[in-house]
């Protein structure tokens, strides 16, 4: 069953595709059935440019252990980095 629940968000980094690096400035992401994974449903995460065209686009499709590993890791490196390297990554500060 597709919960059909989609988060959409504005964010600042780089994601490399085909074409080599370029700026992601959107997310997407949803909880549905996958493209290419091997599950029944999978998180379903889009980082993308909409300005650069289809070919802006970094997906990903992850079975919901994986993805809440991976939530749980990135929060973890997040809280152990320093406050003022925090700080100094911070789009205002560059």
Same mark, same amino acid.
């Given at each position: 069953?597709c919960?059909?629940?989609?988060?959409?968000?504005?964010?600042?980094?780089?994601? /490399?595709?085909?074409?080599?690096?370029?700026?992601?400035? /959107? %997310?997407?992401?949803?909880?549905? #059935?996958?493209? #290419?994974?091997?599950?029944?449903?999978?998180?379903?995460?889009?980082?993308?440019?909409?300005?650069?065209?289809?070919? @802006?686009?970094? %997906?990903?499709?992850?079975? =919901? @252990? @994986? $993805?809440?590993?991976? $939530?749980?890791?990135?929060?973890?490196?997040l809280?152990?980095?320093p $406050?003022?390297?925090?700080?100094?990554?911070? =789009?205002?500060?560059?």
């Amino acid at each position: 069953m597709c919960t059909y629940q989609t988060e959409m968000l504005e964010l600042s980094g780089s994601g /490399k595709g085909a074409d080599g690096w370029f700026p992601v400035t /959107k %997310a997407t992401v949803y909880f549905d #059935h996958p493209v #290419h994974a091997p599950a029944e449903h999978t998180l379903n995460v889009d980082l993308l440019n909409p300005g650069r065209g289809a070919a @802006a686009r970094v %997906a990903m499709e992850l079975d =919901p @252990a @994986a $993805a809440r590993r991976l $939530a749980t890791t990135i929060l973890a490196v997040l809280d152990s980095a320093p $406050a003022a390297v925090l700080a100094a990554s911070q =789009p205002s500060a560059q």
